[in-house]
């Protein structure tokens, strides 16, 4: 039964004791709102009469008895104003139409163990409605939350299809990270693994105050999932199917040198400045030419074959002269994806169920035997009243992931991606003329691998990879209410968890030179194996709590109290099979035999486990509504810490002042409906380390190493020394916020500011000398200081137009924040390459540079004048023309980190921040005549990059000049005595590589600005008018179009549009470095249909 | 009844908290806590498994040094921009150590007392060579004797002890290694440190010292060492005595089946460590990927062309032990006339023509392949002669166990510490350095003859050793000649140019073979030339390998003269600088106790 039909029952009741019987007649009609959609739940009542109907499904309603003389019906359902209608004598029926209420003042949000009433909430809390995300692409919920939430971050760490993104609310949170914590449904959950049709709201709760209940995980925010359950709608079930179709794009650029001259001439000129005279290709004056001839050959002209039979050195030789496009010939542009989905919801007074499930199929970018992945998701939910004073209702759902690629190495597909990045260069061939494949080369410095053997492993199709997520939860719940105002809360969840990879990788042959047998590479790459991986999680949770609610003169009191206990046991399961006897089947057993009989297999594990148990308590109290005060607080303990170090009290405290409901504020309450302020105060614990960290293990492993005795040695290792009295982080947070509503809420702001002060950081306790031998052991000593604001606001309204309603809305928020280390006692030189007090989180130091040398003279008279040592490593020439030109800031004559302190930065100053400044969303979107779209942009403000040294796409061959995708016509943009306005300078290879490299220290030239501003998402649909739906016996049904990450503008394009910036939020930025899974856009088509 | 009630609700309430505090005690359930672990003679062998390869140098073929260039020229041998002081790491490393420590630390509470004291010695003989690297790099270094605690300031911020000190320490230990260690072990394998290991390793070091200080006595910028510090005597002497103990009373022998032919490389060229010559070696094994890299570095044209230099081959004698330099024209001689009749290990340590190399099957089994050899001259030392050419053909494909240390070293130790402390005797070189001259079908060393006349070659200042002095100059030249072809590429030669003050060995230049001029070159006279060298256009040829001189091979006079095999290198090695390497800035930046090297500025100022 929803709040709607509660109401309308009540109502209903309420006007059944004043019916009266004189003359009487039958009233009926539709309640429709203003789309000319039936309004069901609708209370009707007869003003002075007993007695009143409630709407049906389509809106709907007859009342019978009504008096013959002339009445006033009265109309009212929640969510929409009430109407008032006088009915003359003799009419029977009556179409109303009600206007939506913006106001929504009964609209209750989800809250630790409850829920509340909007209205009265005192913390931070930010509600997303379910329909939100219907329209989003995305993969997972997470990333559907992207820019919806002010003060929430999502940053993707990957492009890869599996890959969540990582959760983050109200920015940097401890030097040790930490993310919010995740409830779905009451139990700890991942939020990516939730199918967005299940969702019914999310609530995130940024604040400390309104976390405080859940104690320790909850320090950096909650996130509280609530799923769709059963609909109370008497005996009519809803069946919704969805399906959508589409591809998805790149957003990056993926045009690559395909010219096997421009190719190997920049190599080897860029490979020439480090190691002069050498070439890194071994391509000869006449090979060159060769190559030019083909310069332009699209594909192969059989007049100029590119592969050419020579000999050389008394041994035949293939020479290479291709215009092979790795890239394209490796992946697609535009690769697949559907997803289907379907539900059925429906039930009774006593019995509610909600049965849902979907099925989602993405191809990835590998072109030849494409990756794929398949997500297949299931719910089912029931409630039901057993007793007048007792429901249960039980939870039960399932997930299966699975995605299956072929891969170079036997770690994931990123890494396959960095191991391709390299020697896949135009000139080669997949296959030689006898169809061989090409693999190493004669023709490289050393013994280079071509693509790390990608292009074999991708067409063999033997080596695929499949990575498989399992998960299956049930929640079972009771609830009791003895009395009306008491309510007794016991639930109990499992959830088995279980992720499987397989990985496999076989032999290959390849050849060199024409005249030898195929050689079988059957080590590194070739190495034949089978590695299964399994990580079990058998994860439990009870919670116990008991709610009171009670209304008296005015004040209203509600308390929670109650206790919670939780534990997870984790397990993994290493198996290796060596040799194996098929290069297709795909099974340990197959293992090969080892010299002395036995099976090659090697097995490896490892178990933890963890506990947590924790009371709570929750007082809220409000004074008709316009004062509003909660107080709560947890006693938690964790396994994680030592005995006497491992429970903590945390409280919280939150007051709130409705300020629009004091009398005095009667007459501004037509233009603003709502104002509230709100305040809180609270202090949490974080348990951020690791199972044991308390205490020193030694853990056993097989060593790269032998004694004879005819198996690898196994050796012990001792984790890294620790402090024994390792505790709580204690993170204390302070919230201020207002809510304003104007124009019944057509108009809404919520503004918050907070300060987060992380405390009792477990850091490093001190940089020890290296003499020590180890890292320095952690200690709860250093604060942070994070401070920030989120903003919203909304405008929602409607109106006719040509006669229909035109809705149309926009909404906006923003967020900022700044983090500071407030304490680190242990860096007291404030050395940069620690933290410091006064740190701000994410600075970067560099160099000021700005200027290329315009000619030899002025180059080499700054380097005899200045000492540039420090930026000079892998320097084959001396400084010339065209190279970048560091400042000597400092004036002492080098250029270098002084004593690498802040009050002795050497020439360095603070060039920018790594995180991003603002974080922004905004939506625009209409409805009229059953059209409908949506505009949602989403991006960052300033945010700074210095480019890694393994950045193939943004330094090309600056880094390393063998790469397999070199960005088209590089040279452009390479200073040259012809070229000397280019953004790069004089050709040198590794010099952004190399430690010490020019390009590898950071400088003001090469920072890149990466904010950006992107349409997340463009939705446009058509609903099918009712009326001819309903002839096919179909509810509604919608087509529409949605696409995903459509455009984006960057400063960063301005050097690069071979990256998206989102990729730079990332921290990890080593990885994604030589080539990387692109990130991606989405169009797709879809179409909703309802039974 | 009240004072019932309320002693049985804090009790309860007190069963119930300690019930909740029990709920939370987690403990592993895959890794054994410090405190229950040393107690048995397994886990003391699993916790000192990791010693040995972290400590044990396990790849010393493709070592570069005056004897042996790659493409790249390692840091080492060039002072160029490469040579820096970095930041941090720079091989100011301790990790190891502590490891050492914790478990010195701890093995006593293991009950086997046998176990406590093998694993004492073992610990100790892994702390001595833990400190020989450093001193060796650093000079001095401060001695850490326990793991440490992070509040020990004392011992975390210590300036560097002199070397004198450390010394003194490693002698404690390694002495405390040869009384625990076993002399051998069950399986009668060599892979893991015996008594005799840590006497050979006692020599080794000692005479590094030894020499190291007598060469560098006039360097005194390099140390500052206390005035009561041990003479250089002091080493060598220790160093002569621990050789001459394991000499006579081990068990260790030169593997030889009477072949000189081919005895020495064949020592190299087994997949198991000779017992009887190795007194540590490292077990390498293919079907556990335990493999290394040296046929590729031999044979492959992609693994660092790792290449002897012309110094190298000048080095061996002639057959019947005359010297190379006293043949006419010697240093002019190419390739073939210059490797024949020499030192029959010559031909087991490179590809000459003529010899048996022919098994090594692939497509790169030339002797004259310069897309493989730098110089021209190609390495056969440590390469199987297997006939699997796949095998060879590939990197990282080897498993012929690796030497860490063999007794033909410990020979060479003794003569020369003997030699420099003018103690040598003929009947010692006879039980040492002629042993292997015999076992390579070479005649003995005299040392008169050797004292009497110097091999100009090794004392003079254009291509040998000019401060050796004294009235053992002359044989000390000679031991120093032997080091050279015995232990060719066995990862020791760095460490003697630093011992005996000889960068300038590297100074002197890093040639390959010699050529007169373009042209035509059959040197192993089948009719069909090997190599062709050509200047302008390609002439037609039917050579095997054909070169463009300035293109392909640079050589030192135009178009003749020594193939400079790293053109684009300057060597200029700082020996007021070099001879010892730079401590790292930020160790510097946190403990200003820790004084820099000299010469090797850092920006700080103290």
Same mark, same amino acid.
């Given at each position: 039964m929803n709040t709607f039909q509660k109401i309308g029952l009540t109502l209903f009741l309420f006007g059944a004791a004043s019916l009266a019987a004189l003359a009487q007649r039958t009233l009926s009609g539709r309640v429709t709102d203003t789309t000319g959609e039936g309004i069901p739940g609708a209370g009707i009542v007869i003003k002075g009469a007993k007695g009143g109907t409630v709407t049906n499904i389509d809106g709907k309603w007859t009342l019978g008895g009504v008096s013959t003389d002339e009445v006033t019906l009265e109309v009212s359902c929640l969510g929409y104003t009430s109407a008032s209608v006088k009915v003359p004598a003799g009419r029977a029926t009556v179409d109303l139409v009600l206007e939506n209420d913006n106001l929504m003042l009964e609209e209750t949000v989800v809250v630790g163990y409850g829920t509340q009433k909007k209205v009265n909430l005192t913390g931070a809390i930010t509600a997303v409605k379910g329909d939100d995300l219907q329209n989003r692409t995305a993969a997972n919920v997470t990333s559907m939350l992207q820019g919806a939430v002010p003060g929430l971050n999502i940053v993707a760490s990957s492009a890869v299809m599996n890959e969540a993104p990582d959760i983050n609310i109200?920015?940097? /949170? @401890?030097i040790n990270g930490a993310s919010p914590m995740v409830l779905i449904d009451g139990a700890e959950g991942d939020l990516s693994r939730v199918n967005p049709n299940d969702v019914e709201s999310i609530s995130v709760i940024k604040d400390g105050a309104a976390a405080a209940v859940y104690g320790a995980r909850a320090a950096f925010g909650v996130i509280l999932v609530t799923t769709k359950s059963g609909s109370a709608a008497e005996g009519k079930a809803t069946i919704r199917y969805s399906g959508r179709w589409g591809w998805q794009e790149p957003t990056t650029s993926t045009d690559f040198e395909t010219r096997g001259y421009w190719s190997v001439y920049t190599i080897n000129k860029f490979w020439d400045a480090r190691y002069p005279g050498d070439k890194y290709l071994k391509y000869n004056d006449n090979d060159m030419n060769e190559l030019l001839a083909r310069v332009n050959d699209v594909t192969e002209n059989p007049d100029r074959p590119w592969v050419v039979e020579e000999t050389v050195g008394g041994v035949k030789q293939w020479k290479y002269y291709g215009n092979n496009d790795w890239y394209h010939k490796l992946f697609t542009d535009r690769n697949p994806l559907h997803q289907q989905s379907l539900s059925v919801t429906g039930g009774g007074k006593n019995f509610k169920y909600f049965i849902s499930g979907l099925w989602d199929h993405r191809q990835g970018i *590998?072109? *030849?035997n494409p990756d794929y992945l398949d997500k297949y998701q299931l719910r089912a939910r029931f409630e039901a009243n057993v007793t007048k004073w007792m429901s249960i209702s039980n939870n039960t759902s399932y997930y299966d992931q699975k995605y299956n690629y072929p891969a /170079? /190495?036997? @770690?994931n597909v990123d890494r396959t991606f960095t191991h391709l990045a390299a020697h896949g260069l135009p000139i080669f061939p997949f296959q030689n003329p006898d169809g061989s494949w090409v693999y190493y080369s004669q023709y490289f410095t050393s013994s280079y691998a071509v693509a790390n053997a990608a292009h074999i492993k991708f067409s063999e199709n033997k080596d695929r990879h499949i990575e498989r997520k399992n998960e299956f939860a049930n929640t079972t719940e009771i609830n009791i209410t003895p009395i009306k105002q008491l309510r007794l809360t016991g639930n109990f969840t499992f959830r088995k968890r279980r992720d499987h990879t397989t990985a496999r990788m076989t032999s290959f042959q390849y050849k060199m030179y024409p005249d030898e047998e195929p050689i079988t590479k059957s080590d590194g790459v070739g190495t034949n194996q089978l590695c299964e991986k399994t990580w079990n999680y058998s994860y439990m949770s009870a919670n116990v709590f008991a709610t009171y609610e009670d209304n008296f003169d005015g004040h209203h009191v509600t308390a929670v109290l109650g206790g919670n206990w939780e534990t997870q046991y984790s397990q993994y399961l290493e198996a290796i099979a060596y040799d194996l006897i098929s290069d297709k089947l795909n099974d340990l057993s197959l293992a090969g035999t080892a010299?002395?009989?036995?099976?090659k297999q090697y097995i490896d594990g490892w178990q933890s486990e963890y506990a947590l148990l924790g009371f709570f308590g929750r007082f809220n109290y409000d004074y008709k509504g316009r004062y509003l005060l909660e107080v709560s607080g947890r006693y938690d303990g964790s396994s994680r810490f030592a005995r006497g170090h491992r429970w903590g009290f945390f409280p919280s405290a939150s007051a709130g002042w409705r300020i629009s409901e004091e009398p005095f504020f009667a007459p501004a309450k037509d233009v603003m409906n709502n104002l509230k302020l709100r305040f809180s105060f609270s202090s949490l614990g974080n348990q951020v380390v690791s199972n044991y960290a308390y205490l020193r293990k030694i853990s056993v492993d097989n060593a790269d190493y032998m004694f004879g005795e005819g198996a690898l040695a196994r050796s012990a290792s001792i984790s890294a020394p620790n402090a024994g009295d390792l505790s709580w982080e204690t993170v204390q947070q302070y919230n201020l916020g207002l809510d304003a509503g104007f124009f019944k809420d057509r108009l809404q702001f919520t503004g918050e500011a907070y300060i987060r002060n992380t405390l009792g950081m477990l850091v490093s306790g001190e940089a020890l000398p290296a003499v020590y031998g180890a890292s320095s052991p952690k200690q709860n000593s250093a604060n942070l200081r994070t401070r920030g604001y989120e903003l919203s606001v909304s405008w929602k309204d409607q109106f006719r137009l040509a006669g229909s309603p035109f809705g149309y809305g926009v909404s906006f928020n923003l967020s900022n924040y700044d983090s500071y280390i407030t304490k680190y006692d242990n860096n007291p030189n404030k050395l940069l390459s620690d933290y410091y007090v006064g740190k701000r989180l994410g600075e970067i130091w560099g160099f000021k540079a700005d200027k290329l040398f315009a000619n030899d003279i002025e180059a080499m008279d700054y380097a005899e004048a200045v000492d540039l040592s420090y930026v000079t490593a892998g320097m084959g020439y001396g400084w010339s023309a065209g190279d970048l030109k560091y400042e000597d800031l400092d004036g002492d004559g080098t250029i270098g980190i002084g004593a690498n302190t802040v009050d002795d930065p050497g020439d360095r100053r603070i060039l920018g921040n790594s995180l991003p400044s603002l974080s922004y969303g905004a939506t625009f979107s209409v409805d009229w005549y059953g059209f409908d779209a949506s505009v949602f942009f989403q991006g960052t403000g300033d945010h700074y990059w210095y480019p890694p040294r393994w950045c193939f796409p943004f330094w090309g061959p600056y880094s390393n000049p063998m790469q397999s995708f070199m960005r088209r016509d590089f040279l452009k943009d390479v200073w040259d005595y012809n070229n000397t306005d280019a953004y790069f300078p004089r050709a040198r290879g590794y010099i952004a590589e190399i430690s010490g490299g020019t390009l590898n220290r950071t400088n003001t030239r090469y920072l890149q600005n990466c904010r950006y501003l992107r349409v997340k998402n463009v939705t446009v649909g058509y609903t099918i008018p009712q009326k001819l739906t309903r002839k096919i016996k179909l509810e509604k049904i919608r087509v529409y179009f949605t696409g995903e990450n459509l455009a984006c503008w960057s400063p960063l394009f301005d050097h690069c549009s071979y990256l998206d910036p989102e990729a730079m939020e990332h921290d990890d930025s080593e990885n994604y470095g030589r080539s990387f899974y692109p990130w991606q856009k989405s169009f797709m088509f879809g179409v909703d249909i309802q039974f | 009844m009240k004072k019932i009630y309320r002693i049985v609700t804090l009790l309860a309430a007190w069963m119930f908290l300690a019930a909740c505090d029990d709920a939370l005690n987690k403990y592993p359930l895959d890794s054994i806590t410090e405190e229950a672990y040393f107690e048995t003679a397994t886990q003391l062998q699993l916790f000192t498994n990791s010693f040995y390869s972290s400590i044990l140098p396990d790849v010393p073929y493709d070592e570069q040094s005056d004897l042996m260039v790659a493409t790249r020229l390692s840091n080492l041998l060039t002072n160029s921009s490469f040579r820096t002081v970095p930041a941090s790491g720079g091989g100011w490393s301790w990790t190891t150590l502590r490891k050492i420590n914790t478990c010195l630390g701890n093995l006593y509470r293991c009950k086997d007392e046998e176990a406590v004291k093998e694993y004492n010695a073992l610990c100790k003989f892994f702390r001595a060579w833990f400190y020989f690297d450093k001193v060796q790099r650093f000079g001095d270094v401060p001695w850490i004797d326990h793991e440490l605690a992070s509040d020990e300031k004392e011992a975390l911020y210590h300036p560097r002890d002199n070397r004198d000190y450390v010394m003194a320490r490693m002698i404690e230990d390694i002495d405390e290694a040869i009384a625990g260690l076993p002399s051998s072990y069950a399986n009668g394998k060599t892979y893991r440190a015996t008594k005799w290991a840590a006497l050979a390793l006692k020599a080794r070091f000692c005479l590094f010292e030894g020499t190291f200080r007598k060469y560098h006595a006039g360097d005194i910028t390099l140390w500052t060492l206390p005035v009561d510090a041990n003479p250089p005597e002091y080493y060598l002497q220790l160093a002569a005595e621990a050789a001459e103990e394991l000499i006579d009373l081990g068990p260790h022998s030169l593997y030889s089946t009477g072949h000189p032919d081919y005895d020495y490389q064949n020592l190299f060229a087994q997949y198991d460590a000779d017992p009887k010559e190795y007194i540590l070696a490292i077990d390498y094994d293919y079907g556990f990927t335990c493999t290394h890299d040296a046929s590729g570095v031999a044979l492959l044209s992609v693994c660092g062309r790792n290449s002897p230099t012309r110094g190298f081959i000048d080095h061996y004698l002639m057959a019947d032990g005359k010297r190379y330099s006293s043949v006419e024209g010697w240093s002019t001689k190419t390739f073939e006339e210059q490797v024949k009749g020499r030192d029959p290990r010559l031909h087991q340590t490179i590809r000459i023509p003529g010899y048996s190399y022919t098994k090594l099957t692939t497509n790169r089994a030339s002797f004259c392949d310069m897309d493989v050899s730098l110089t021209g001259y190609s390495i056969n030392k440590f390469v199987m002669p297997s006939d699997n050419m796949v095998m060879n053909n590939i990197r990282s494909n080897s498993y012929n166990d690796m030497p860490v240390i063999r007794i033909a070293e410990v020979y060479l130790i003794f003569a020369e510490a003997k030699a420099e402390l003018g103690t040598l005797k003929q009947a010692d070189l006879d039980k040492s350095v002629n042993l292997l001259r015999r076992r390579a079908g070479m005649p003995d060393l005299d040392m008169n003859a050797a004292n009497r006349t110097p091999d100009p070659y090794l004392t003079s200042e254009a291509t040998g050793y000019p401060n050796v002095t004294g009235e053992n100059k002359g044989v000390i030249l000679e031991i120093r000649r032997e080091r050279v072809v015995e232990l060719a590429m066995e990862g020791l030669r760095y460490a003697d140019l630093l011992r005996w003050a000889s960068y300038g060995r590297i100074l002197q230049g890093l040639y390959g073979m010699y050529f007169p001029g373009p042209g035509e070159y059959d040197w192993d006279k089948d009719g069909k030339a090997d190599i062709c060298l050509y200047t302008g256009s390609k002439p037609s040829t039917d050579a095997t390998f054909v070169y463009k001189i300035g293109t392909d091979i640079t050589l030192t006079e135009g178009t003749k003269g020594y193939v400079n095999p790293n053109p684009t290198y300057t060597i200029s090695l700082d020996p007021d600088r070099d001879y010892l390497y730079p401590i790292p800035t930020n160790e510097r930046v946190l403990n200003h106790a820790l004084l820099q090297n000299p010469n090797w500025p850092d920006g700080l100022s103290y």
């Open positions: 109200r920015g940097y /949170t @401890s *590998i072109n *030849i /170079t /190495t036997m @770690s010299a002395d009989g036995s099976s | -």
